[in-house]
């Protein structure tokens, strides 16, 4: 008997991820840390909008991994749908259904949380991951970049905060999660002219997060809020940013080793992973060689 379970926590150690913080002791069966805690969300929904490419469609993979039914969205389906095509073929017990919607028009949020309620009764889990740049200054930027920053990082997380915990409510969810992908420019600001109104947006989300938490409070729910806030991830961003000089790109990310979009879905799923008393507030991760 002891040699069968020093078998099985050998198991576990070794299915581990490494750098993830247990939440639980080890216990005698063939499962991982991490699956055990996120056996309360198999079989829930989750919505993770911008989850065509890199880290959101990584961060949808990942809840799917772990068996939970998600919502992807965004403006073009063809890539949500190869990646729920692979999600399928690998076998993950969850499933990834892919939604189309322009974030920046209210009605169409609106619709997909109807649409939603009608296929799937409702949101559990709101992870608000879409978000977008414009190298546009505040001494020389365009009005029409800078309403674009808005609509997608501020009013539409907004709009989806709202219908999400209206979804919950209205299905006495009450432990439910709200997450805000936010970044490191959330918290402080890079003597950058090219990101300033950039950084304005995900203050703002520092805000928002913060906020929601404390009118979660009021309204005596449990539902959580978490803002996660990333330095330099190697994704498809600096080279959208930079999209008419493509040499700076390419420098964003060869002077450093770079986050990798799994380490934020990482993130996500360890801030789903607290138990239900937990509230992670803020998560902050940057690549150990980045500066500032």
Same mark, same amino acid.
């Given at each position: 008997?002891?040699?069968?379970?020093?078998?099985?926590?050998?198991?576990?150690?070794?299915?581990?991820?490494?750098?993830?913080?247990?939440?639980?002791?080890?216990?005698?069966?063939?499962? $991982?840390?991490? %699956?055990?805690?996120?056996?309360?969300?198999?079989?829930?929904? *989750?919505?993770?909008? !911008?989850?065509? #490419?890199? @880290?959101?469609?990584?961060?949808?993979?990942?809840?799917?991994?772990?068996?939970?039914?998600?919502?992807?969205?965004?403006?073009?389906?063809?890539?949500?749908?190869?990646?729920?095509?692979?999600?399928?073929?690998?076998?993950?017990?969850?499933?990834?259904?892919?939604?189309?919607?322009?974030? $920046?028009?209210? %009605?169409?949020?609106?619709?997909?949380?109807?649409?939603?309620? *009608?296929?799937?009764? !409702?949101?559990? #889990?709101? @992870?608000?991951?879409?978000?977008?740049?414009?190298?546009?200054?505040?001494?020389?930027?365009?009005?029409?970049?800078?309403?674009?920053?808005?609509?997608?990082?501020?009013?539409?997380?907004?709009?989806?905060?709202?219908?999400?915990?209206?979804?919950?409510?209205?299905?006495?969810?009450?432990?439910?999660?709200?997450?805000?992908?936010?970044?490191?420019?959330?918290?402080?600001?890079?003597?950058?002219?090219?990101?300033?109104?950039?950084?304005?947006?995900?203050?703002?989300?520092?805000?928002?997060?913060?906020?929601?938490?404390?009118?979660?409070?009021?309204?005596?729910?449990?539902?959580?809020?978490?803002?996660?806030?990333?330095?330099?991830?190697?994704?498809?961003?600096?080279?959208?940013?930079?999209?008419?000089?493509?040499?700076?790109?390419?420098?964003?990310?060869?002077?450093?080793?770079?986050?990798?979009?799994?380490?934020?879905?990482?993130?996500?799923?360890?801030?789903?992973?607290?138990?239900?008393?937990?509230?992670?507030?803020?998560?902050?991760?940057?690549?150990?060689?980045?500066?500032?």
């Amino acid at each position: 008997m002891g040699r069968l379970r020093a078998a099985q926590l050998r198991t576990i150690k070794n299915r581990c991820s490494p750098g993830f913080l247990c939440l639980l002791p080890c216990l005698p069966v063939v499962k $991982t840390c991490r %699956e055990a805690v996120m056996d309360r969300w198999k079989g829930r929904v *989750a919505l993770v909008t !911008g989850a065509s #490419v890199g @880290i959101g469609a990584t961060i949808a993979k990942e809840l799917v991994r772990y068996g939970m039914t998600v919502v992807g969205c965004a403006r073009s389906l063809d890539k949500i749908q190869a990646l729920a095509a692979e999600c399928k073929s690998a076998g993950l017990s969850g499933v990834l259904i892919p939604m189309k919607c322009d974030l $920046t028009n209210a %009605e169409d949020i609106q619709s997909m949380f109807a649409a939603i309620k *009608a296929q799937h009764k !409702g949101v559990d #889990v709101c @992870i608000n991951n879409a978000g977008l740049a414009h190298p546009d200054s505040l001494l020389s930027g365009k009005t029409s970049a800078w309403k674009n920053m808005l609509d997608v990082n501020v009013m539409a997380l907004s709009i989806c905060t709202r219908e999400a915990y209206q979804s919950m409510k209205e299905r006495n969810v009450d432990d439910g999660h709200i997450i805000n992908l936010n970044s490191i420019c959330g918290h402080i600001v890079i003597n950058s002219g090219d990101i300033h109104f950039y950084t304005a947006t995900k203050y703002a989300v520092s805000a928002l997060t913060e906020g929601l938490r404390q009118e979660l409070r009021e309204a005596k729910t449990h539902i959580r809020a978490t803002s996660i806030s990333p330095g330099i991830v190697e994704t498809e961003f600096a080279h959208r940013f930079y999209s008419e000089s493509p040499d700076k790109a390419t420098a964003t990310y060869n002077h450093l080793k770079a986050l990798e979009a799994i380490d934020v879905a990482n993130a996500v799923v360890y801030v789903l992973s607290a138990p239900p008393h937990v509230q992670v507030g803020d998560v902050v991760l940057r690549p150990v060689e980045q500066e500032m």
